[in-house]
């Protein structure tokens, strides 16, 4: 049995910087919004549009996003790729360059069927080592696994209702042909950023209502 969570899993930790740097193409930039502090005003759009006007150097509601077939947006005529993901309390907007990524994160205290979406959605590798797991790890380890797993689908370009399980296993970022980096805030919060090698650079910033237009930059240790 191999130990959930287990790999290139980081600690986030916030610390004050005033400025976000460029987005070099060897970087993925992932922003949270606390939906709690912000009192749920900003919508996703919102808040993607203008993160995506930032980098791109025009108003945020100039930014024309589309959506392919399969419901992943991207934004038209420009060389900047992203990928959304939120919580009821969190929410994650990750930005690249020349690469394809996504993300994913999900609260502690899950209140799903953990063992019906394990049968469907994982890997019997996957089903396996998440079984074996000690009980008080096993929400861990699920969290990891299923975010990993969304973030590679995200990145792929395709919905879980579209590949079969058996497909890859996301415990060693050869399987899936993206690099996968878990990470946590805190105790609250899991998720996964997943994008083409070469390893990314992983910076991150939060964003909340009393920032106004500034940020925190957030260090991680690994």
Known sequence: MTALPSGNCM?????????????????????????????????????????????LGIPGDRVQVDHDIFGKPFVRDANLS??????????????????????????TGVTVNMEKIARRFFSEFERQQWSEQPEPRREAAFLYLWTRKEACLKARGCGFFDYRPEDFSVLQSCDTGLHITSFRVGTRLWG???????????????????????????????
């Open 11 to 55: 600690d986030i930790r916030w610390e004050n910087h005033e400025k976000a740097g460029l987005l070099f193409p060897g970087e993925i930039h992932l922003w949270f919004v606390d939906r709690v502090e912000t009192s749920g005003r900003l919508s996703v759009m919102a808040v993607s549009q203008t993160l995506l006007g930032r980098y």
């Open 82 to 107: 992203y990928s959304v993901s939120y919580t009821r309390d969190w929410m994650l907007v990750a930005l690249g360059r020349q690469r394809r990524l996504g993300v994913d994160v999900e609260s």
């Open 192 to 222: 996964a950023a997943t994008s083409e090698f070469p390893t990314p650079l992983i910076r991150a910033w939060k964003w909340t209502a009393c920032d106004g237009n500034k940020v925190n930059d957030l260090r991680s240790s690994l």
